[in-house]
Structure formats: structure tokens, C-alpha cells
């Protein structure tokens, strides 16, 4: 064992306060000097992270607390991006379990303590934001470990130490009604509860690749923890994939480790420390980085699959190529490929035709995240609405379940349980959770809840919660009616008016306003009632010499309806295409002609 090393991540629900306990490891072990200036949420570097509040990629830093060095691994909280998770299980020996002391233990903290357990890690349960004014840390207590024990915890597992806190004041007490000073509790309890790395410090060079990122320097960093001898710098070492067959062999070029938030270089690395390596061209995550001796590659963890796939193509619109520089698809590909190299829980693939192609992940927003990426980076594109992955087994159908916890106000349980119901899914629990609110929970098939959150939200008045995560694969659920309501289509190209606007908004809600760029078969507003009607919205008013008894009513228009990424590819329907580009978000038909559409619906196309 290193005696002076621990390797923890810490594991939780979304907004339940993981990288804002970050911020209170990193101040008080001394890493920053008193008078230095940190963001918020320091280990959130990405402009997405921080635009959104929410960790999307797991991030490594360290400490050092008594002569013991603790690295510290900041997980995503999201079911989306649960397979960042995943793969960092393997790098740590312990984890911290940190719960919301109002909300209790939700889907994703669920999901996750269960892989931690099933690995034998050892955990820490942290009650966060006990200084709310609806905190109930007893009874959140008593749910986690109501959880441990569904999830098949060891007796050891169960027999966890327990911490109150508040990451934002930066305290943590064994008993609420202690002094509440700083978060030395919680180091004590790091290097008192968590074991240190069993490592073979004799033996020859291993470590298993479980992130990756590319750097504009040195290219490939590969990361991971040394299980096994020390590597150096030049050092000459191969990468084995998990068959066992050689990917290559190269040059060690840098040894990254982490100190605080910076990668510091360093000449050696140990075994039991999470270091990064630089200096491989093809080695990619779950590849045993080793020793030439080594012939025997480490096992890694086992990824959950896919459950939802969108049709990424080249944008075809009349409108293609104004404002991104990467629009052929070539570009895409490689571009797709590069994220699926570091991003195991992604899968992509090439369809029927050379310009789409498919890509496959764990939920919408772990795929709106990709595409918000690619647009930012000048790309061009088309994207399909999100579709379920069925599996068949014994010559049945099947499908991904979720379950899905949903806290609503009293008042709107009923619309809830209704339009869940609608969409096939099953009550498993109702259950008041106090302050005039109740936690309802289902279990409903994926692709019933494919756009259901935006109505969610107007039906609960924008108060409701809900949570969801992969459940399991079970037998079809039978049809779901999707969207009801029609949209009114672009018949002709050019500036949309603000006259015939004016009168195109009485049939409905309008997405664009005046002055917008349309084209035909372009997507300008939701229709109120059932079938699609095609409009012209760039038609203005005739002018004579004539005085006409409405010649001078003002023209008012309601502002239109935004439609930003999230939300435009839950809206579209099967023949309907999301045209993303760097500056504009904009809906569309698969077919732009109107002919094409007809020919469309009557299987002829």
C-alpha cells in the first residue's frame, strides 16, 4: 500500500453541490494562497459547464493534508454523461456520497452508488446544504441508507461514516449540533475510512487509460492511475488493447500530474497516483498503457450501451454554408470520430447514404451538448429527432425503460400522473415529501418521454422537478401518440414581414420574427390545431393610391417563441430536421419541396 496517497471521487445527483465541495477542499488545504482570486466552481473550465451550472466531463485535482496526498475526482451529475462515471471507478479506492439535504437521494446518485458498490468501494455519505430552510437531514439519512441496502451493500459498505455540511459555508460536522468551523471532518474521514492504493511498487509499469483529451501541443493525454512499478520520462512503453494485441509502442514525451488545478510535469510517476501521459498516437480509453514485458492487458469496466440515437447530415438548406466554415461531410465524420474516441459511452456509425450519419448515447442532452460543441466549433449541420434503440431477445420487442422521479406542487399531480399515463408509463410510487409538494415516480418507456419535458414544464408552471435515468430493457409498451399540433410552413425564400406575420400568428405561435432569412419548407411557427398549413410569410402589403377603411392599423406582433437547441430537437417530428449552424438554430421539413412532402406521405418517396 502507498500509505500516503487516497484516491476518492466524489459522486452525487445534479445542483446537489459536488464542485462547490470542490472549491472548499481546494481553499482549505492551503492549494491557493490566501489573497488569490478563484472562480466559483473552479474545476467547471468548459464554457458549456459554466453556461449551463452542470459538470459534463470528470476532472481529477489533488491535495495535500498532513503529509497525505488525496486526489479528488469531480464527477458529472447528470444520467447523460454517466458514462464519465463509469470509467473513473476504476481509477479511485473510496468514494464520497453527497446528498441533497432537502431533495434526499435522486436517480443519478442511484445509479452511480450502485456501480461504486458493486466495485467494493468504500463510502463516505456528506448531507450537503443542511443550512436550508426545508432541510431534513435525519430523514435523508435514513433514505441513503434505505439505498445502500436496495443497492446490496456489503455489511462493511453499510457501516459508513456519516458528515453534515454546507459546501457553499465550507464546514462539515460529525453531529449537527457541533461547532461548524471548516471541512476537517471530512479529510480525517478521507484518510481514516478510505484505503489506501494497493499497489505492486516492484513490479513492471501498468496503468489502465480511462480519460482522454486532446492537447493543441503534445497531442493524445491519456489518464489514469499506476497500479503497478513507476514510469519515467523518455521511458520506451506499448499500449495493449483489451484483446491483448500490441496498439503500439512509443516514447513517453511528459508525465502530467495534478496539483491543485494545474497539470504539473513531473519526471516520475508512482504507483497509486493518477497521473497523465503524453507521447501515443493511436492508444486510446480502456488501452493498458505498460512495461514492454507485460503481455497481459487490465480488464476495464464494463460501459452501459446506448439507448437513444439521432441522424447527424450534411445541411441542405438554402441557407448552407453563410455562417460555418465545416460543412462537408467528411468534416463530420472526422469530427464525430475524434468525440467517440474519448467518449466510450457514444457510438457512431455510417448509414445508407454518404452524407448522414448515425449517433447513438445515453440520453438528449448528452447528445444536444455534442452538437452545441460542433456548432461553436463552425459546423454545419442537420440533426433528425431523437429515436429509441429497440433490442430483440427470444423473437421479442424491446425497449429501454426509465425511471423517472418527478416533484410537483400539490396542485399539479394530476396533470402529471395524466399525461405520463398517456404516454405509457407506470406509477411505482406517490409519496407527500413535505412544504406542499409531492415526489412522484414511474417507470415509462424512453421514447414516451422524448419531448415531454418542455410540456412538462408549462403544465407544473415552470415549478416541477423531474429526474430521469435508464432503468432497464422490457417489452414494447405499444404506440405513443407524439406531438397533436401541426406547423405553419415556409411556401416562399427570402426576409419574413411584419405584415403577413401579423396575420400568420392567429394561427398559431410564431418561432421567427421580422426580418428573418426564411426559405421554403422552413419551419416559422407551431400550428394550433392538428395538420400542417403552409403560409407566406414574406408577402407585404399591396400599396395604391386608394384610402382603405384598415389602411392604418398598427401591425402588433407577439414576440415570438424562442427555440434554443434543447428544446427544437424535442419539438420536431419524424419528417421534420433540426438545421443547426454557428448563428442560427432553425426548424425544417426533411423534404423542402411540397411536392417531395406529398410524395412522402403516400410512401412514394
Known amino acids: 500500500m502507498n500509505q500516503n496517497m487516497r484516491n476518492v471521487a466524489i459522486i452525487a445527483h445534479v445542483d446537489h453541490g459536488k464542485t462547490t465541495f470542490v472549491d472548499a477542499f481546494l481553499k482549505q488545504s492551503g492549494t491557493f494562497r490566501d489573497n488569490q482570486q478563484v472562480a466559483t466552481c473552479a474545476m467547471d473550465s468548459g464554457d458549456l459547464e459554466r453556461e449551463r451550472g452542470i459538470t459534463i466531463f470528470a476532472k481529477c485535482t489533488s491535495v495535500e493534508w498532513h503529509g497525505t496526498r488525496i486526489n479528488i475526482v469531480d464527477t458529472p451529475g447528470h444520467a447523460d454523461f454517466g458514462g464519465e462515471v463509469e470509467r473513473i471507478l476504476s481509477m479511485v479506492d473510496g468514494v464520497i456520497v453527497l446528498v441533497d439535504a432537502a431533495e434526499g437521494p435522486l436517480p443519478q446518485t442511484k445509479f452511480v452508488v450502485g456501480k461504486a458498490l458493486k466495485l467494493g468501494l468504500k463510502p463516505i455519505v456528506v448531507i450537503n446544504k443542511v443550512d436550508r430552510a426545508d432541510a431534513r437531514p435525519m430523514e435523508v439519512n435514513n433514505?441513503?441508507?434505505?439505498?445502500?441496502?436496495?443497492?446490496?451493500?456489503?455489511?462493511?459498505?453499510?457501516?459508513?461514516?456519516?458528515?453534515?455540511?454546507?459546501?457553499?459555508?465550507?464546514?462539515?460536522?460529525?453531529?449537527?449540533?457541533?461547532?461548524?468551523?471548516?471541512?476537517?471532518?471530512?479529510?480525517?474521514?478521507?484518510?481514516?475510512?478510505?484505503?489506501a492504493p494497493v499497489v505492486d511498487a516492484d513490479g513492471p509499469f501498468k496503468m489502465l487509460v480511462t480519460t482522454l483529451h486532446m492537447d493543441p501541443f503534445v497531442g493524445r493525454v491519456l489518464t489514469g492511475r499506476i497500479t503497478s512499478g513507476q514510469v519515467k520520462t523518455n521511458q520506451m512503453i506499448k499500449a495493449l488493447d483489451r484483446?491483448?494485441?500490441?496498439?503500439?509502442?512509443?516514447?513517453?514525451?511528459?508525465?502530467?500530474?495534478?496539483?491543485?488545478?494545474?497539470?504539473?510535469?513531473?519526471?516520475?510517476?508512482?504507483?497509486?497516483?493518477?497521473?497523465?501521459?503524453?507521447?501515443?498516437?493511436?492508444?486510446?480509453?480502456?488501452d493498458t498503457l505498460c512495461d514492454q514485458s507485460v503481455t497481459e492487458p487490465m480488464q476495464a469496466q464494463p460501459i452501459d450501451p446506448p439507448t437513444l440515437a439521432m441522424t447527424f447530415s450534411i445541411n441542405t438548406s438554402p441557407l448552407a454554408g453563410q455562417d460555418g466554415d465545416k460543412v462537408t461531410s467528411r468534416m463530420i465524420w472526422d469530427r464525430l470520430e475524434k468525440e467517440a474516441e474519448g467518449n466510450v459511452a457514444l457510438r457512431i456509425s455510417r448509414t445508407d447514404t454518404t452524407d448522414a450519419f448515425e449517433v447513438a448515447g445515453r440520453g438528449e442532452l448528452q447528445l444536444g451538448i455534442l452538437i452545441e460543441t460542433m456548432r461553436r466549433e463552425g459546423y454545419e449541420l442537420s440533426v433528425s429527432r431523437p429515436r429509441v434503440l429497440f433490442?430483440?431477445?427470444?423473437?421479442q420487442k424491446l425497449e429501454p425503460i426509465e425511471e423517472v422521479v418527478v416533484d410537483v406542487d400539490d396542485a399539479y399531480t394530476g396533470v402529471v400522473v395524466q399525461k405520463m399515463s398517456e404516454r405509457k408509463a407506470e406509477m411505482v410510487e406517490m409519496t407527500p415529501s413535505g412544504q406542499g409538494k409531492t415526489r412522484l415516480i414511474f417507470h415509462a418507456p424512453s421514447r414516451g418521454l422524448i419531448g415531454y419535458h418542455s410540456e412538462f414544464l408549462t403544465d407544473t408552471c415552470g415549478t416541477g422537478v423531474m429526474n430521469r435515468i435508464f432503468l432497464e430493457y422490457a417489452p414494447y409498451k405499444g404506440d405513443i401518440q407524439t406531438r397533436h399540433n401541426g406547423v405553419l410552413i415556409s411556401t416562399e425564400g427570402g426576409k419574413s414581414v411584419a405584415y403577413a406575420l401579423w396575420y400568420i400568428q392567429e394561427r398559431g405561435p410564431l418561432f421567427i420574427g421580422a426580418g428573418v432569412d426564411v426559405y421554403p419548407g422552413m419551419i416559422i411557427g407551431g400550428n394550433a390545431k392538428m395538420g400542417d398549413i403552409e403560409v407566406n410569410p414574406i408577402k407585404g402589403k399591396k400599396l395604391t393610391n386608394m384610402r382603405a377603411a384598415g389602411k392604418d392599423e398598427a401591425v402588433a406582433l407577439v414576440p415570438p417563441t424562442q427555440m434554443p437547441l434543447e428544446a427544437a430537437l424535442s419539438y420536431i417530428a419524424d419528417d421534420e430536421l433540426v438545421e443547426v449552424t454557428p448563428k442560427h438554430i432553425r426548424l425544417r421539413k426533411k423534404y423542402l419541396d411540397a411536392n417531395d412532402r406529398r410524395k412522402f406521405e403516400r410512401g412514394r418517396l
Open 391 to 395: 433490442k430483440e431477445e427470444n423473437g
Open 143 to 195: 433514505e441513503v441508507f434505505d439505498l445502500f441496502a436496495n443497492l446490496g451493500a456489503t455489511d462493511e459498505q453499510l457501516d459508513y461514516p456519516i458528515l453534515f455540511a454546507s459546501g457553499r459555508e465550507g464546514w462539515a460536522v460529525e453531529n449537527l449540533n457541533d461547532e461548524r468551523i471548516n471541512i476537517e471532518p471530512l479529510f480525517q474521514k478521507i484518510i481514516d475510512h478510505v484505503p
Open 243 to 286: 484483446n491483448g494485441n500490441v496498439v503500439e509502442t512509443a516514447r513517453v514525451s511528459r508525465i502530467l500530474a495534478f496539483r491543485g488545478l494545474k497539470h504539473q510535469a513531473i519526471e516520475e510517476g508512482l504507483a497509486g497516483d493518477i497521473v497523465s501521459i503524453s507521447g501515443f498516437q493511436k492508444a486510446t480509453v480502456a
